[in-house]
DNA sequence: GTGAAAGCGCTAACAG
DNA sequence: CTGTTAGCGCTTTCAC
């Protein structure tokens, strides 16, 4: 990369403008206490020069950077091509925006990005941290607690030692699985399955948990454990109608593995809902609209988690890493679900 | 957000390993020129103190910044779900990475953000930008110019006049388009029908191009304008039966539009392939290998053109904005495609 | 090879 | 209200 073009700096625009840099710099952010003839001078010098203000000299001077990372782990690869992040990120990126704050995305892909996701906060970039813990072993929250940056985490993070408190944004994930589950029963199924997400994840296991809460006396081989992903809710589908071939219900950890999930059911020559009710979880529109039947299940706003997730980090709510251990307890807001019936169930 | 907590600076370092802060500098840089008492002294200190370089000062006066910017300009809601966009995203992170760089997401959403790009871009975070260009009129282009930050665009630009000179990425989508036309032939079709994407996209435009090199003399009502979404790939396909119900092949822009069309063709008793055949493009994975049948598609390494977008600016191929008048004329990289057959053609 | 000193472009007291 | 003066933390000549 070649050199960018040089600049001018604060002090050409006082030159031409015939005052003083502090006089450019105070109109330059805002005007206040800087008289009329000179307010537009120097406007005009800056607007002829083009000047535009050189962030790294003023973040030196306040300690601020406007600027937020959103740090996704990405230890498989398929995350990424995931629409709920997609979703997140709109909200965050709205929520920043709305906000004059800059979006900065770090992509971690295994241990070795670790450490430069550490230096890259610690080393006076942005004033805050959005985090996608995504899997309860991940030592990544460990190092931005390290790095002493204000951070929201996005669902709620696996650590449930208490020695960090943490905030964070979480759907009711297990109160949304028992009301699926509730929705079942209430439609007469007896014998509900359950395909269940990547469970070193934390929605997973809430997930699982709320089936359990409401189908406490389950067979066990009436749950299969999936991946969040199409293929998983085949694999587990195929399962479940070897060990449960009675099974009249699935309730899904997500759109994916139940879209899976009903394609098997297809190739099987069981017709849902009559033979067997599906409900997944997300309502990601592109699929739960799409499969054959619609499929009903438990909305989550993701868009409005990641434009939360934004708002606590502004408002100060963001944890003070470097005081986490003091607090104790974690400061999680958790969102309300909604069923969305369609055809499946 | 609260303060982040002070960190340790250079004197600090400096202090603790009883040396100046000339050689913390240079050790923290990689050590040339310091003896081996020193070096490991003030290695020492950096480690006991935590140290980390304050990225600001250091750029203030280096005028690096180790940073890439992608820009993405968003004025449908849709462009972000879309998986394309994860893809090329996820190569370039992988290639940024490789070189220690890190990669700043700036996202637009109208009018209203391009002036906070812009002073972004200008403002000094980053040594150059990486830009999807998605739309013919988009003014973005022009302010990344006036940014003048090194530039590489992802997929032709659309402004042909030739008073800009740029550096891109892009797929052979003419060749492509070309292929999979020609492919249909060979099978003994006659009657192919074309959906396109977005004609406000150069690749919609250079894949109707390609389209039309084979079939110069095609019925313009075998033509329909579809806009890359399955919605617009089903609205396409139902006015093409309605015009044209004798056809015998359809080629869509995309996977997303043929998994519409598909769609659109079962409902009306077509048997793909026999009465139809279809073939998109893109080689979405997802998409493309969970239609029923499985696509027939042009294939597009999309990750691998992210890669090479960032390589190419990393190298210094970049085009510095504020030349690009004196050049003229553009200098594009164009990948090739691949035809992958499926069940569908 | 190492340290002293200057200065990157900006903001924030402090005078006037 | 406006200008003057110090630095913010770092790299980089330039002497020693």
């Given at each position: 990369m070649r050199e960018t073009a040089p600049r001018p700096t604060l002090e050409a625009v006082a030159a031409r403008a015939g005052v003083s840099r502090a006089t450019v710099s105070?109109?330059?952010?805002?005007?206040?206490?800087?008289?009329?003839?000179?307010?537009?001078?120097?406007?005009?010098?800056?607007?002829?020069?083009?000047?535009?203000?050189?962030?790294?000299?003023?973040?030196?001077?306040?300690?601020?950077y406007d600027a937020v990372a959103v740090v996704i782990a990405e230890p498989e690869t398929r995350v990424f091509a995931d629409p709920f992040f997609a979703l997140q990120l709109r909200g965050i990126s709205r929520e920043l925006t709305a906000h004059d704050t800059q979006l900065v995305l770090l992509l971690t892909e295994g241990r070795e990005d670790h450490a430069r996701v550490g230096r890259y906060l610690a080393g006076g970039h942005v004033d805050g941290a959005l985090v996608f813990s995504l899997h309860l072993d991940d030592p990544l929250p460990g190092l931005i607690h390290g790095a002493g940056v204000p951070t929201v985490f996005g669902g709620r993070p696996g650590w449930?030692?208490?020695?960090?408190?943490?905030?964070?944004?979480?759907?009711?994930?297990?109160?949304?699985a028992r009301e699926a589950v509730t929705h079942l029963v209430g439609l007469g199924r007896r014998r509900i399955a359950h395909i269940t997400g990547a469970l070193d994840q934390t929605s997973a296991a809430d997930r699982l948990d709320g089936f359990r809460d409401v189908m406490a006396d389950a067979d066990?081989?009436?749950?299969?454990?999936?991946?969040?992903?199409?293929?998983?809710?085949?694999?587990?589908?195929r399962q479940l109608l070897r060990r449960c071939p009675d099974l009249d219900a699935v309730f899904a950890a997500n759109d994916l593995s139940a879209s899976g999930a009903l394609r098997v059911l297809r190739e099987h020559g069981r017709r849902v809902p009559?033979?067997?009710?599906?409900?997944?979880?997300?309502?990601?529109?592109?699929?739960?609209?799409?499969t054959d039947p619609p499929l009903t299940t438990v909305r989550q706003d993701i868009e409005e988690m990641g434009r939360l997730m934004a708002?606590?980090?502004?408002?100060?709510?963001?944890?003070?890493?470097?005081?986490?251990?003091?607090?104790?307890?974690?400061?999680?807001?958790?969102?309300?679900?909604?069923?969305?019936?369609?055809?499946?169930?």
């Amino acid at each position: 990369m070649r050199e960018t073009a040089p600049r001018p700096t604060l002090e050409a625009v006082a030159a031409r403008a015939g005052v003083s840099r502090a006089t450019v710099s105070r109109v330059v952010n805002g005007g206040e206490g800087v008289r009329e003839p000179l307010v537009s001078r120097v406007r005009k010098a800056v607007e002829e020069l083009g000047y535009v203000p050189n962030q790294a000299a003023r973040s030196l001077v306040t300690r601020r950077y406007d600027a937020v990372a959103v740090v996704i782990a990405e230890p498989e690869t398929r995350v990424f091509a995931d629409p709920f992040f997609a979703l997140q990120l709109r909200g965050i990126s709205r929520e920043l925006t709305a906000h004059d704050t800059q979006l900065v995305l770090l992509l971690t892909e295994g241990r070795e990005d670790h450490a430069r996701v550490g230096r890259y906060l610690a080393g006076g970039h942005v004033d805050g941290a959005l985090v996608f813990s995504l899997h309860l072993d991940d030592p990544l929250p460990g190092l931005i607690h390290g790095a002493g940056v204000p951070t929201v985490f996005g669902g709620r993070p696996g650590w449930a030692d208490g020695a960090h408190s943490a905030v964070y944004v979480d759907s009711d994930n297990r109160g949304g699985a028992r009301e699926a589950v509730t929705h079942l029963v209430g439609l007469g199924r007896r014998r509900i399955a359950h395909i269940t997400g990547a469970l070193d994840q934390t929605s997973a296991a809430d997930r699982l948990d709320g089936f359990r809460d409401v189908m406490a006396d389950a067979d066990p081989r009436l749950i299969a454990e999936g991946d969040f992903t199409p293929a998983g809710g085949e694999r587990a589908m195929r399962q479940l109608l070897r060990r449960c071939p009675d099974l009249d219900a699935v309730f899904a950890a997500n759109d994916l593995s139940a879209s899976g999930a009903l394609r098997v059911l297809r190739e099987h020559g069981r017709r849902v809902p009559e033979d067997v009710a599906v409900i997944g979880f997300d309502d990601m529109l592109p699929v739960a609209e799409q499969t054959d039947p619609p499929l009903t299940t438990v909305r989550q706003d993701i868009e409005e988690m990641g434009r939360l997730m934004a708002r606590l980090l502004l408002r100060g709510r963001g944890d003070r890493a470097a005081e986490a251990g003091v607090a104790g307890g974690s400061a999680g807001v958790v969102l309300p679900t909604t069923l969305v019936r369609r055809a499946s169930a």
